[in-house]
Structure formats: C-alpha cells, structure tokens
C-alpha cells in the first residue's frame, strides 16, 4: 500500500496534465483515487465536469466561436394509420433509390472521382477526434482509440510529432506540426495545419507543406515562423534529401490577405543551408524564431553537435534567401549530444507579460531551451544574450543547458514557443509521446498528442526558473462545478467525495501543511529522490500527498501523482512533485516510468497547489 491518506473520488477518468502524464492506461474500467499526505489537510478541492453534454456526441464536436448550432425540428404524426403508410411509401422509395445509387456508382469513371474536391468550409472545428472505423482493432484497443480528447490537440488519426510555426495572424492561431499521414509510427512527414480562435476548438486544414521537392524529398521537418515589421511571414524549416541530408528550406503564404493561410509557397531558391564541414549530414536542423539586431540584420539558430557536444550555429541575414554563418558559437556544453528545437527569446524581469523575441536590454533576461535526443527531454537556462559578440552565457553555470531546469520532467519534447502579440504573452506548445507502444499505437490508429499549450513567465520572486500554466482560455472548458472545502484529514485515511458521472474531469486542489510541521523537520532526508527510492512507497513525516489516479478498488492499479517534503544537509526544505506509474497498467502495451520534478518550498508559504486533467473510459 501507498502510505499516506487517501480520498477516492468515484469516476471513470484519464489523467491528462500533469507533469505531461499522457500515459494511456487501456481497457480497465477505473476510478480516480485522491491521495491526501501524512499530515497535511486538503485545504480546498474543486472539480468540475470539463466537457459539455456534447461530448457524449459520436464525434464530439465543438464549434469555432464564430459558428452556430443547428438545429433540429421535430414532427408529430396526427394519426398513427398515416405514419404507418408513409412509412412503408418511404422505405419502398429508399430501396429503389439504394438500387439506382448502386447502379450510377458504378459507372462513375475513376477520372471522375479524382476531380470530386473536398470543401472548405464542411470542415468542423473538433476539439480533437479519434478516428470510429475499428472493424478491425481489439476490443482493449477500440475502448482507447473511440475516445476523444477535449483538452489536447491531435489530428484525426496517425503520428503526430513536433509543434512548428506556431503564430497568432489575423485573429487566428495558427499551429503546424509534423504528421505522418500514412500510419501510427515513424516514416515521411507532411506539416499538418490547424487553426484556431482560441487555442482550445480548432479547425484543421489540409497540410501547409508535402515532400514534393529533391530537398526535402524524405520529409518536412521542425521548423519556425517569423513575422516581418511589414506582416510578411517567412517559415524556415527543415528536408532531407533522398541521400540522407538534411537542408534548411524557406516558405511562405501565397496569399497574405488569407487569415487561414491555406495556401504555402516554396521558394525558389531552396535550398538555403546545407551542413557545414565536420558537421553529420543529418545532424543540423530545426532553425529557430528570427531575432532582429540592431544594425537591421536577422539571425537564427540552428541545433547540431560535435561528436558529443551539443552546439547552436547562428547565422545572419538580411532577406531571409541568403544566410552567413557567424564565427562564434551561440553556446555549447559538452556531453548534451545533438541540440535539437533551439528557441532562444527574452523573458520580463519587470512584469509578467511575454516580449518579443528581437527584445533585448537591462531589463530582460533569455532563455535558452534545447531539446536532448538522447534524454529526450527539453531542457533551458536564464541568462544574457550578447548580440555583440553574437554569445549567449547562462546566470549560473551549475544549471547550464542540459544539466538543470527542464520545462516538463514527464513525456514532453520537441517544444517551440511564439510571443502572442494578440495577448502580450509568450506561449509554449510540446507533444507527448504518452506511455503506449508503437504495438498498441498501431492497432489504436492513432500517437502522440501535444501537450495543453502554456504561457511562460519568468519567475521574479526566485529569479532562478520559469513558471509555467495553461493558457486562461482552457478555463471555458470548466464547468458544472463541486466544491470541498477544508476536508480534515488523519494519517492513512481514505475518504469518498461523490462527484458524479462525467466524461472528463479537472481537479484542482490545495494542501495545507502546517508551518510548525515544516519547521518540526529535524532530520536530513538526502537520500530520497522520487526515481530511486521506492517511489510513493518511501514514507516520511512529510509525505507523499497527493493523488492516486487510474485506480481500482484493490489500488492493485493505480498512477500516484503526489509531493514529498524532505529536508537537505544545508537545513533547507526541498519538495519533490513526482508521479509513480510502476503499478499503471498490468498491460504489455504500457510503459511504466518514474517521473520526478524537484523544486523549492519556503516556510512562508503553507499551500501547495495540484492541478489534472482526466477523463473516463
């Protein structure tokens, strides 16, 4: 047993948020298990059901804000007799009608059928819809696969990788992504492209970009977008040549009246870069968001290494269709391998709102944020760009790139950020390759999601990392609301909180521990680490509290999410935000990882807040 009191809330539901804990648990009828401490009190706990009635709708859709709702008439019959006879008239003219349909098909010429071109504007807005054709899944498979998602974006069905090109244009978010459009696993990528007015209902649109090109002939990988002083947008990406090279390619809208840019040309001088002597042919991509210099030139960064250390290129440009590498190096740290999905852009010491990435001055701090392939995860530093010598050098070199601060400490990579002029923030978006196999990803039809887009600020109080949260507009997803307000809780307890039958649910709640516990804290707890001891089964007099998630009666199947205060040998409190998957999922398609995030907890501040996402099967 997990020590520590435990509240079990009666639901069916998926965790979906925190730490980016997308691991599907399949096929088990479950219920959500809250985890309460040792000693702390639940201080307050809200949940709400976060979908709307229509998400019981085959294909829940959700409309753009700008769409209506049709609806439905309904007619009653004056007498039964006449029902009965129209009935009949009908069904007899709906078999000849079948025989006729039937027949004219089948003189449709295939030439015909090419030319039928899909309609625009038939396209719903969908909150994100698994594919229902599952004739031929598994029966575990087809309870996962017939879900669909109202808090994450995906497309329809198959593999879906990198956010790219995230903007906001003429009042509609944009986000492109790389997206196998032929199967569930690895193999050649288009740029899907979806929009948006309020990144929560999207609408998709056919894809931006396709391999069509000897440069990018093998796919079209990450790239980012720019927006010129003018409102032009230039879109770098990445190819790769049937020869295995990868190229640094430009793009851009054919039509910038177009607030969907629909429509994407190549230019005609691609490829750009190709890599640099001593650099592997398929080791230098994913150029990054333009800065503008003072002198009125641009730069942007691209990732590779050298055998293993991890090095960004920056290169210059006036015109976006000839670049100079510059001599110096924006940064590099050795043993970090290959740097992937560089983004480099400025962060507020004055106030919370986001910059735009050219920002630079007294008052600004950057970040640098890279993407490990080895560790796969994504991992930044605060310091100072010096645009100068063209050198970025972290505050302190302790947590330099790739040994320190981590966005997400759960299944996030390949992340890319935008400043959303429309809301003076910078957003954040990242996809999960979630727990599942590519076996059960396979059979499911579908991979991969991207995480809840958030908004990054730098964190003035402790002026050592980010904070990061999911963007205001995730709170019109809330709704039909419950409330449990100071429930006290004893060592070990577990104690029901009826919220009723929802298709997905939001939980948010705030622990209360008492001051004079934490300073009652004697004993050094150095040893303990989230990955290395015992997980949610290490018990101590601050922990683990938190929730238990994807639980059975039994708890022989349970997800705990929960925190674990331990004190270090400088007399200072450390707390650990973790989540123990090794009893999720009794399946051979599940991967069951530990995940631990370390942060630090004053004294002053008695209340530690947790946040998740679920949903039911």
């Given amino acids: 047993m997990v020590h520590g009191p435990w509240m079990a809330v009666k639901i069916l539901p998926k965790l979906f948020h925190a730490l980016s804990l997308n691991c599907q648990l399949l096929f088990l009828p479950l219920k959500l298990i809250l985890i309460i401490s040792h000693y702390p009190n639940l201080h307050h706990l809200y949940m709400d059901n976060s979908i709307k009635d229509d998400v019981e709708d085959a294909n829940c859709n959700t409309p753009l804000l700008d769409q209506t709702t ?51 504007e038939t396209v719903e807005s969908q909150g994100v819809v698994s594919e229902r054709d599952d004739s031929e899944k598994d029966d575990e498979v087809r309870l996962l696969s017939s879900q669909p998602f109202g808090f994450h974006f995906r497309p329809h069905k198959y593999l879906m990788t990198d956010p790219s090109g995230p903007m ?17 696993v690895w193999g050649i990528f288009v740029w899907g492209h979806a929009v948006s007015r309020d990144l929560i209902n999207w609408l998709y649109l056919p894809p ?87 002198n009125g030139t641009w730069r942007m960064a691209i990732g590779t290494k050298y055998n293993t250390t991890g090095i960004s290129f920056v290169f210059e440009t006036k015109d976006f269709t000839k670049f100079t590498l510059l001599d110096e190096l924006l940064h590099q740290v050795q043993g970090t391998g290959i740097w992937e999905c560089i983004d480099l852009y400025p962060v507020s010491l004055t106030d919370m709102n986001g910059l735009d990435t050219s920002v630079n001055g007294p008052q600004v701090k950057h970040i640098l944020k890279v993407s490990l392939e080895e560790q796969q995860g994504d991992f930044y530093g605060i310091g100072n760009y010096d645009v100068i010598k063209d050198i970025w050098t972290p505050d302190d070199p302790e947590v330099d790139v790739g040994f320190g601060l981590r966005y997400d400490y759960g299944r996030f990579y390949a992340s890319k950020s935008f400043y959303d002029h429309n809301k003076l923030r910078r957003v954040l978006w990242g996809f999960s390759r979630e727990c599942d196999t590519e076996d059960a990803d396979v059979k499911k039809g579908w991979a991969s999601l991207q995480v809840v887009p958030r908004e ?85 007099a601050l922990g683990p509290f938190g929730l238990l998630v994807l639980a059975n009666d039994g708890l022989s199947e349970q997800t705990a ?57």
């Fill in 208 to 294: 931006a970009l396709e391999p069509d090109k000897w440069y990018d002939l093998i796919g079209v990988w990450t790239g980012s977008a720019t927006i010129l002083p003018n409102g032009s947008i230039v879109m770098l990406y990445t190819g790769g040549t049937k020869d295995s090279v990868q190229t640094i390619a430009l793009a851009y809208p054919a039509d910038l009246s177009d607030p969907l840019l629909i429509n994407w040309v190549k230019h005609s001088g691609n490829p750009l870069l190709f890599p640099p002597a001593g650099i592997g042919p398929m080791q230098f991509r994913d150029p990054s968001t333009a800065w503008l210099t003072p």
């Fill in 168 to 184: 906001f244009y003429k009042g509609w978010y944009h986000l492109f992504f790389q997206h196998n459009v032929n199967a569930a």
């Fill in 456 to 540: 990054i600020i730098f964190d003035n109080k402790t002026k050592t990392n980010l904070l990061l949260w999911p963007v205001e507009e995730l709170e019109s997803l809330r709704t039909n609301g419950k409330e449990f307000n100071k429930v006290k809780l004893t060592a070990g307890s577990i104690v029901p909180l009826d919220v009723g039958t929802t298709a997905q649910l939001d939980i948010t709640a705030d622990f209360e521990i008492d001051n004079n516990a934490l300073e009652g804290v004697m004993d050094a707890d150095v040893g303990y680490n989230c990955t290395t001891s015992n997980g949610a089964y290490e018990r101590s």
């Fill in 70 to 120: 049709r609806k439905n008439n309904y007619y009653k019959s004056s007498s039964r007799s006449v029902l009965l006879i129209f009935a009949g008239v009908v069904l007899v003219l709906c078999i000849v009608s079948m025989v006729l349909m039937v027949n004219h098909n089948n003189h449709t010429s295939e030439s015909d059928v090419h030319h039928i071109q899909p309609k625009l």
């Fill in 561 to 617: 999410v929960y925190f674990y205060i331990a004190k270090g040998t400088d007399g200072y409190l450390k707390t650990f935000f973790c989540s123990d998957q090794s009893r999720h999922g009794s399946f051979l398609f599940i991967i069951t990882p530990f995940i631990c995030q370390i942060f630090s907890l004053y004294l002053s501040n008695i209340f530690l807040h947790l946040s998740l996402q679920c949903r039911k099967y």
